[in-house]
Each structure stands twice: as structure tokens, then as C-alpha cells.
């Protein structure tokens, strides 16, 4: 197990070489140009040239490159171009929010999802349709939609829950809690639906293998048969699902940390977006993907502690 956990962690040096040249380049078209956008629209032409050689986009593109990565390698990655404060400073100070919204929604749609496929599993045909129809409708509806319905009943509707902001846990453990609430619920319905399909069906087929035939032959309870025996085998199809939803899960999180005003690595990507400031749009993409590497090989353990097997396979 630990020797899988480290390959993945060198597999994960050309995985950020990769993911980092290709957004710089990416965002070479977007437009607009970062020097007009500081320098505003009454700035002399004199001025915006004298901008942009002090930030270097006059350089060759590959000249930026290969400065950004060698600064990148010491944990250095620059200053922003709009605010000139460190990029990595301010990305640490946003890191906390986004990881807690990746991580209890992570944790959430396991928990509801599993439990849902297993009264799936368990159930008669109408609730093998209602599992159906709802994982469908997790996968069709978009996660700003439940946010803004969200929203609606439980801010608007009945005051019970802050719309947008967000409060650190050191400052009130229960703000935190409520402001995380609807961006938690709107970001994990399609994960609950999907973990809970996926859990029907690899519960529908552990239980009708021989070795549970035997186990009940043998007096055994169900409830050891299901959470003791028949659990451990489909938590790792389901972990590993969990993990390859992890990118699509980010990808979402900068929409809904913008729909509920979190100040996460999200809501930054995408101010930086509109400015062109592009070492914080490099940073961001470099967090993401140690985000999805960490938490891939968090489950990769969690997977190898289940079933050592699947893991040496």
C-alpha cells in the first residue's frame, strides 16, 4: 500500500509540470490585456508599454515560462499582477475554504449516497425506480440550480440559512457550519446520486454471491452480513468513483463558491480570470491539482486499508 502511495506521488511531478504549462499557455487567449487593465482606460500607450515591461509580458512566452517554473520549484510563485501580494500567501489564506467545501461534500455523498444504495439494494422495484429517477435527475441538474433553490426556500423563504459569506471555524464553529450548509448540499447532489447508483448495483451483486449464500446458511445476521462482510467489498468500487469525480467536483466548486460569495481558490480563479492576472489563474491551477492528488491518495489509502488487495492489484 505505501509503495502505491508513492508512485502516485511521483506520478504526480509530471501531472503539475503538465497541468501548469498547459494553463499558461491556455490563458494566453483570453482576451484582454492585463497592463490596460491595471493601467485604465485615461493611461498613455507610453505608460501601458512601461507597464507591461515591468511585468515582463513583453518577454517571450517561453522566457515566462521557465522563470515562473524555476521560482515555482523554491515555493515561490510570484505576485499577483493586480494586487502585487504574494500568490502563495494569498492562495493559503483561501485554501481552508475551498478544502472544506471539497471535503465535506466528499464526505456527505459518500455517507448519503451509500445509505441510499442500500436501501436500493434492499428494496422493491419502486424504490429501484425512485434510486433510478433520482440519479438521473443528479446528473442533469446543475449544481447552481439546487444552489439558487436552496436559496430560495432556506434563506428567502424561511430565514434559516445565510445566502452567501463565509465564517472560519475559529471564529464560530457554528457560522462555519451554517455558512457551509447550502454550498455542502447544492455541490453534493449529484455525488449522493451517483455513489448511491453505484453502490446499488455492486450491492444487488455482492449479495447474490455463494459466500453470502453460506453466511445466512450459517446463521449469520443480515446486519453483519451487510455491513460487515459485503461492505468492505463495494466501498472500494465506490471510494474509487468518489476519487474520479474529484476533478468534476472543482470544476463546480468555482461556480458555487461564486453563486454563495466564498472567498475559496474558485472565486479567485475567477477574478483573475477577468483581470488577466496570471500567476494567480497558475497558482490556482497548481492547488487544484494537489488538491486532487492529496484527496485521490487519501482514498487510495482508505482503499488499501479495505481491501489490500485491490490496492496490489
Known amino acids: 500500500m505505501w509503495r502505491t502511495s508513492g508512485m502516485r506521488i511521483v506520478q504526480a511531478v509530471p501531472l503539475l509540470l503538465?497541468?501548469?504549462?498547459?494553463?499558461?499557455?491556455?490563458?494566453?487567449f483570453i482576451p484582454g490585456d492585463a497592463a490596460k487593465s491595471i493601467g485604465g482606460l485615461?493611461?498613455?500607450?507610453?505608460?501601458?508599454?512601461?507597464?507591461?515591461?515591468?511585468?515582463?509580458?513583453?518577454?517571450?512566452?517561453w522566457e515566462r515560462y521557465w522563470a515562473w517554473l524555476t521560482d515555482a520549484?523554491?515555493?515561490?510563485?510570484?505576485?499577483?499582477?493586480?494586487?502585487?501580494?504574494?500568490?502563495?500567501?494569498?492562495?493559503n489564506t483561501r485554501l481552508g475554504v475551498t478544502l472544506s467545501l471539497v471535503i465535506a461534500t466528499t464526505l456527505l455523498?459518500?455517507?448519503?449516497?451509500?445509505?441510499?444504495?442500500?436501501?436500493?439494494?434492499?428494496?422493491?422495484?419502486?424504490?429501484?425506480?425512485?434510486?433510478?429517477t433520482a440519479s438521473i435527475a443528479g446528473m442533469t441538474v446543475p449544481a447552481f440550480w439546487v444552489g439558487l433553490l436552496g436559496i430560495w426556500v432556506f434563506n428567502t423563504r424561511f430565514g434559516l440559512l445565510p445566502a452567501n459569506g463565509y465564517v472560519f471555524f475559529g471564529t464560530s464553529a457554528d457560522g462555519w457550519l451554517r455558512s457551509l450548509l447550502l454550498p455542502v448540499a447544492a455541490l453534493a447532489f449529484a455525488l449522493v446520486t451517483v455513489i448511491a447508483k453505484q453502490t446499488r448495483e455492486?450491492?444487488?451483486?455482492?449479495?447474490?454471491?455463494?459466500?453470502?449464500?453460506?453466511?445466512?446458511a450459517n446463521g449469520v445476521s443480515e446486519w453483519s452480513i451487510l455491513f460487515k462482510h459485503?461492505?468492505?467489498?463495494?466501498?472500494?468500487?465506490?471510494?474509487?468513483?468518489?476519487?474520479?469525480?474529484?476533478?468534476?467536483?472543482l470544476g463546480s466548486a468555482v461556480v458555487i463558491e461564486e453563486l454563495f460569495g466564498l472567498p475559496g481558490l474558485g472565486s479567485a480563479a475567477v477574478t483573475a480570470a477577468?483581470?488577466?492576472?496570471?500567476?494567480?489563474?497558475?497558482?490556482?491551477?497548481?492547488?487544484?491539482?494537489?488538491?486532487?492528488?492529496?484527496?485521490?491518495?487519501?482514498?487510495?489509502?482508505?482503499?488499501?486499508?479495505l481491501n489490500?488487495?485491490?490496492?496490489?492489484a
Open 18 to 28: 503538465f497541468v501548469s504549462a498547459l494553463t499558461f499557455f491556455l490563458q494566453l
Open 42 to 61: 485615461s493611461a498613455s500607450p507610453q505608460s501601458i508599454a512601461a507597464l507591461r515591461h515591468r511585468l515582463h509580458l513583453d518577454q517571450p512566452v
Open 73 to 91: 520549484v523554491h515555493g515561490d510563485l510570484g505576485r499577483s499582477i493586480s494586487s502585487n501580494e504574494s500568490v502563495a500567501g494569498s492562495l
Open 109 to 132: 455523498a459518500l455517507v448519503i449516497g451509500i445509505v441510499l444504495g442500500m436501501a436500493g439494494a434492499r428494496g422493491g422495484r419502486t424504490t429501484r425506480i425512485a434510486a433510478d
Open 202 to 216: 455492486q450491492f444487488a451483486d455482492v449479495l447474490s454471491r455463494d459466500f453470502v449464500r453460506n453466511l445466512r
Open 230 to 249: 459485503s461492505l468492505r467489498h463495494v466501498s472500494v468500487t465506490v471510494l474509487t468513483v468518489a476519487g474520479n469525480n474529484l476533478i468534476g467536483l
Open 274 to 305: 477577468s483581470s488577466g492576472d496570471i500567476p494567480v489563474i497558475q497558482g490556482v491551477a497548481v492547488y487544484f491539482t494537489l488538491i486532487v492528488v492529496g484527496l485521490n491518495l487519501l482514498l487510495d489509502l482508505a482503499i488499501g486499508w
Open 308 to 312: 489490500p488487495q485491490a490496492v496490489a
